[in-house]
């Protein structure tokens, strides 16, 4: 459980008990180490840890712990407050180095988003149609339960009078989960005072965690089928945020779906007969603890009374020797006094006699403390001053030094964005030439291409002269090849000034 300061991504689960679903928001951080040459040496995960939150400044982890620690490599786990600045804080992360003291390499720094285990509709799909022992026609044996573990205790508490504030109400659950439909069966373990003993009629293992009181897990198994689909799709990659007047908290809570079939009809008939047999069990415990509390009880008046017979006795014996007891008492008292007012007048005339003393003594005391007193002030005032002065040189030297490496970081950005630029502008333009030289090319092929059947053309015009063809026919051939010429250079023209336009 931990403090929740943003509430932007809250989505409402049951408002009126101030229970809201948060997203997870949280990166996966790899960082690469270099391999050990020198024996002894070694790297601080907590050093890491410090350089990474100092790069990832103004933005902060709620959450950052080692995951995986190996010779090659170390992996972190960081949660940010909301999922808007997971790209902010990935792309401020990655690909960067980090330089530790003691060490002239550099460590590489690969972050992406983390992968949240959550069961799919697949999973709980392929498990119910592959499991054994299972009738998909019965409640608890079908996907129909969802299985919750640490969800805090007093959140899902009931909080009329009369109520324990540390213990989970099923009531309060079952109107939390009844949000994504018609609820069947609730069930929260912890509640059931004789689980313990059932699980160990039943051979199952017990475990023990510090947090068992402060946390419970629960059962819930809806009427339909959609009604458990909503409910799992709503969970999936959430957290629990409790809001209460003053503050918000968050915690991580666990969903499965059930593979137990704790639901079902059969477990809970077999629970209920360990219940009836354990309830009969401490009926006769207690039966036959009554009985023998009962016979203890009168074995205990028996020996009373026997004392006190045997203490009258010894009473009656003690006031005896008391009244003698008194007798020599009185006597002796009588002596004391009288020693007692002798001595009270001598203490008397002594206390007179040091009391002067001490008061002279005193005086002289005080006069010494005072000029001590006086002078320790002094010194301490010069040693504040000296102190105040230090304080104001070392905090102006780290503070020229941040501006200083802040100053080195924007130019580093500057200089990086401005080389990209270039080489855009580089790689356009190397583009653009070699589209201008392929089009030079392919104009001058069809230009070449032209002028060759323009060739043949001629040679076929002065064959069929040759050849004795009619004067008319001549003229009609020199015609259309005139024609012919025209739409060419007009063809040439326009190929001519696509290629100045290419320029």
């Not at 907590?46 to 490599?73: A, H, R, Y």
């Not at 054994?132 to 640490?150: A, F, S």
Request: charge should be positive; aromatic fraction near 6%; hydrophobic fraction near 30%.
């Amino acid at each position: 459980m931990q403090v929740c300061t943003d509430t932007s991504e809250a989505v409402e689960l049951f408002p009126s008990q101030g229970l809201y679903l948060k997203p997870m928001a949280r990166v996966s951080i790899s960082v690469q180490l270099p391999p050990m040459k020198s024996p002894g040496k070694s790297i601080s995960n907590w050093e890491v840890m410090e350089k990474i939150k100092v790069m990832l400044k103004p933005d902060t982890f709620s959450m950052l712990k080692v995951v995986k620690s190996t010779l090659e490599f170390i992996r972190f786990e960081g949660e940010a407050e909301n999922r808007a600045c997971l790209k902010g804080i990935i792309s401020r992360l990655e690909n960067r180095s980090i330089k530790l003291s003691g060490f002239p390499e550099t460590l590489k720094i690969r972050v992406a988003e983390a992968k949240i285990p959550f069961p799919t509709r697949h999973d709980w799909d392929s498990y119910f149609r592959d499991a054994k022992n299972v009738n998909e026609m019965k409640p608890g044996e079908r996907p129909d339960t969802v299985h919750l573990e640490n969800l805090p205790c007093r959140w899902f508490a009931n909080l009329n009078v009369g109520h324990d504030l540390n213990k989970p109400s099923e009531y309060i659950l079952r109107k939390v989960f009844e949000t994504f439909g018609d609820v069947r069966l609730v069930d929260i373990p912890m509640l059931d005072p004789y689980l313990r003993d059932i699980n160990k009629n039943n051979g199952s293992i017990q475990t023990f965690s510090f947090s068992q009181d402060l946390s419970f897990e629960a059962f819930v198994q809806y009427k339909e089928y959609i009604s458990f689909v909503k409910a799992m799709t709503a969970l999936k990659g959430m957290k629990l945020m409790y809001k209460d007047e003053e503050k918000c908290f968050a915690a991580d809570m666990k969903v499965d779906f059930d593979k137990t079939k704790h639901l079902s009809e059969e477990n809970i008939k077999k629970r209920q007969i360990e219940r009836d047999k354990l309830i009969q069990l401490e009926k006769e415990r207690e039966d036959r603890v009554h009985r023998e509390r009962k016979q203890e009880e009168r074995r205990r008046q028996e020996e009373i009374r026997k004392q006190e017979e045997e203490q009258r006795e010894r009473d009656e014996r003690k006031l005896e020797k008391i009244k003698k007891r008194d007798a020599r008492q009185r006597e002796r008292e009588v002596k004391r006094r009288q020693k007692l007012l002798e001595k009270k007048k001598r203490e008397e005339e002594e206390k007179i006699a040091t009391k002067k003393a001490t008061e002279e003594r005193c005086k002289l005391l005080e006069q010494r403390q005072c000029e001590a007193t006086r002078l320790l002030n002094v010194l301490l005032d010069r040693v504040k001053e000296e102190k105040k002065k230090e304080e104001v040189e070392k905090k102006m030297k780290e503070l020229e030094e941040l501006r200083l490496r802040q100053l080195a970081e924007e130019q580093t950005r500057k200089d990086v964005e401005l080389k990209n630029q270039e080489e855009e502008r580089e790689k356009r333009k190397r583009k653009l030439t070699e589209e201008e030289r392929l089009l030079r090319e392919r104009l001058l092929k069809n230009l070449k291409l032209k002028r060759e059947k323009l060739e043949e053309e001629k040679r076929e015009r002065k064959r069929k002269e040759v050849a004795g063809k009619t004067k008319l026919r001549s003229v009609l051939v020199i015609k259309k090849n005139v024609d012919k010429r025209t739409r060419q250079k007009s063809s040439l023209t326009r190929l001519q000034s696509q290629i100045d336009l290419a320029r």
